[in-house]
């Protein structure tokens, strides 16, 4: 089945440092989301994202939809430490309405 | 409500226990998936709806696993004869109408099997 691979698996940085991370499939996506999941709680929806190319900001983080359209890109500026937790990516495709999910990226922010 | 409500927050049964899981989505939103997390890992899809019609339910494991909406609005998923395996968190998502609609996620309910 469709699958998405996210990297890096974990990451720890300084607060104030920018961070990066991506999502990548075999398979092509019409639409990439970007959640942010902390413990116990259900993930919550950062930035959405339907055209290929496309480049959205919400606050602090901006997100881009590849061109290839099989890969997403998740940027954080300036980590505070309430930016610690697993960030997922989701993808759909053209064959269903349901979103696959990647792994997750954990992100550790040293004060 | 103003969020996707799902309830119990936590379960724990005895191996072979029947389990029904609620959810409520947001008020007006047409379509309800239904995930299963494992530790350590990412969301894995279940089965959706499309006000009361399941439309895909190629993400249930087993025939163990049934989920309904009856009224087009509440859901429950019911895991029969539950297993160790079947211990995780199960996540509730609505969306508005609309074929690429952001899911917006409740807090799940933690499964332990015993």
């Known amino acids: 089945g469709q699958q998405l691979n996210q990297s890096p698996q974990s990451m720890f940085i300084q607060e104030g440092e920018d961070v990066s991370m991506n999502c990548t499939s075999s398979s092509i996506f019409n639409t990439w989301l970007w959640y942010k999941q902390d413990p116990g709680e259900g993930p919550v929806l950062l930035i959405a994202?339907?055209?290929?190319?496309e480049l959205t900001s919400n606050g602090r983080l901006t997100a881009q939809f590849g061109i290839t359209r099989k890969d997403s890109f998740l940027n954080i500026s300036a980590s505070i430490p309430s930016d610690v937790g697993i960030y997922f990516c989701?993808?759909?495709?053209?064959?269903?309405?349901?979103?696959?999910f990647g792994p997750g990226t954990r992100l550790s922010v040293l004060p | 409500g103003a969020g996707v409500s799902q309830s119990p927050r936590y379960k724990v049964a005895k191996r072979g226990q029947d389990v029904a899981l609620r959810c409520d989505p947001i008020?007006?939103?047409?379509?309800l998936f239904w995930y299963q997390q494992a530790l350590g890992q990412g969301p894995e899809f279940l089965t959706y709806f499309q006000n009361e019609a399941q439309l895909d339910k190629s993400g249930l494991p087993s025939d163990r696993f049934f989920a309904e909406r009856p009224e087009g609005s509440v859901s429950t998923l019911k895991i029969q004869r539950t297993q160790q395996e079947d211990s995780a968190v199960y996540l509730c998502?609505?969306?508005?109408?609309?074929?690429?609609?952001?899911?917006?996620f409740g807090n799940g309910t933690r499964l332990t099997v015993t």
């Open positions: 998502a609505s969306s508005q109408q609309g074929w690429d609609s952001p899911l917006h």
């Open positions: 008020s007006g939103h047409v379509s």
């Open positions: 989701a993808g759909q495709s053209n064959y269903g309405q349901n979103f696959v």
């Open positions: 994202l339907y055209k290929a190319g």
